[in-house]
Structure formats: C-alpha cells, structure tokens
C-alpha cells in the first residue's frame, strides 16, 4: 500500500531549505507542504499543517530545536520529527529522543539517505544514521544516566572548555584565565565560544545559571 506523507521544513539555512525540497519533490509520494526559519514560526506553521514529518534542524537563531521538539509535539502530537544535524555528539541524541524525536541525521548525509530517513519515520519507526548508530548503542551500553539535559550537554564539553567556562562564570577576565592555565588569550576566546556554542547558550548570565544549576561554581577548576 502506497502512502502519501506531507513535509515542514524548519531550518534557517535558505539553501539547504531549497536542497532539501527539491530532493523531496523526486518523490511522488512525499510533499512539502511548509517552511519555516525560526522556532516562532516553526510552531505556528507545524500547527497549522500538521505534517506527518517535521525536518527539524538543531541550530536554529531564537531556540535550539533540541528545545522545540516539545513545543512541536504539543501543537502536533502525530508528527514524526527527523533531526538534522552537522554534529554526531551523542548527547544531542539522547536529549532529542528524550525530548520526542524520532530520528536523527547528520546533513553530510542527505544527498544519499533522506529519503528513507524521511519514510522510516513517516512509518513510526525510529532513524538513526549508521555514523552515529555505534556511538549511540555504546552509549546505551554504559549506561551513562544524567540528571538533566544541562548536565548531559555540559558532559560534552572538553576539560579545556569546562575550565574556562567554569572561570568565566567566576567573573575572571580571558588574560587572568590565560594566565592560570598557560595558554593564549585567544584560545580563552577559542574555548569560551565552542562551549557556549555547544551549551546553546549565548550570555554570561546563562553560563552562570547553568554553572549554578549544576552546582559547580564552588568547583573551581583554575
């Protein structure tokens, strides 16, 4: 029996949207039937349409899609949520399926493997990309628990940049943390942004109530 499954699109990149709709247009079977950019319209267009697959993308400008998948689910609870990411950190994984997901895969992949992403999820079964599967099954294996997304994403940082966040949510300035554990200023600067990026946080204020939450102010590195 033949199917026919509707498509939003959420992603803020104009060219892989455009990509992405003209790999699914081959199909007879599949449609796009809405974008959207931000995670603002991305609720209100998934409401609206309620597709039968969501391509969501994890970097969105006002809120992480981690994060909308739940906003998402409330609006449509039927759709099926594809993750496309660039990353293969495993905690983004478990967060996205702790959170409703139902499939993940990575953009360097797309040209080969979106199409049956797209139809194994439309079917109710859950997709995860072959490079990240072993990651995650190990994962699984260790039995890794977290208290709380925060402390799953702060688990994903290097030593290097759990220091220097932990020292920047202390007030020190990129020379005082230099100084301390010998490297440039400039790497402080490499380090605080690649953290804060994978943190999706994006003020010291956030830092130090993450830092805070997870009770490692007084845990000082440096």
Request: with cysteine; glycine share 4%; aromatic share 8%.
């Given at each position: ?108 992949a797309v040209d080969e493997d979106l199409i049956y992403a797209i139809k194994t999820v439309a079917r109710g079964e859950n997709y995860i990309h072959p490079s990240l599967l072993n990651k995650f099954i190990k994962r699984h294996e260790n039995k890794v628990n977290y ?76």
């Amino acid at each position: 029996m033949n199917y026919n499954y509707n498509i939003v699109i959420i992603d803020d990149h104009k060219i892989l949207v455009s990509g992405l709709r003209l790999l699914i247009e081959t199909q007879n079977d599949l449609h796009v039937v809405g974008e959207a950019n931000n995670g603002a319209s991305a609720v209100k267009i998934v409401q609206e349409k309620k597709p039968d697959v969501i391509l969501l993308d994890i970097s969105l400008p006002d809120i992480s899609g981690l994060d909308l998948i739940t906003k998402l689910k409330n609006v449509s609870p039927d759709s099926k949520i594809l993750i496309l990411t660039m990353h293969d950190n495993q905690c983004f994984l478990q967060i996205g399926f702790d959170n409703g997901a139902n499939g993940f895969l990575v953009k360097k992949a797309v040209d080969e493997d979106l199409i049956y992403a797209i139809k194994t999820v439309a079917r109710g079964e859950n997709y995860i990309h072959p490079s990240l599967l072993n990651k995650f099954i190990k994962r699984h294996e260790n039995k890794v628990n977290y208290d709380s997304n925060e402390e799953l994403l702060w688990s994903s940082l290097s030593a290097r940049e759990q220091e220097v966040l932990i020292g920047i949510a202390h007030g020190y300035s990129y020379k005082e943390i230099a100084k301390k554990i010998f490297i440039s200023e400039k790497t402080v600067a490499t380090y605080r942004y690649r953290g804060m990026e994978k943190l999706y946080i994006k003020t010291k204020s956030e830092l130090t109530d993450m830092v805070l939450k997870l009770n490692l102010f007084f845990n000082e590195k440096l």
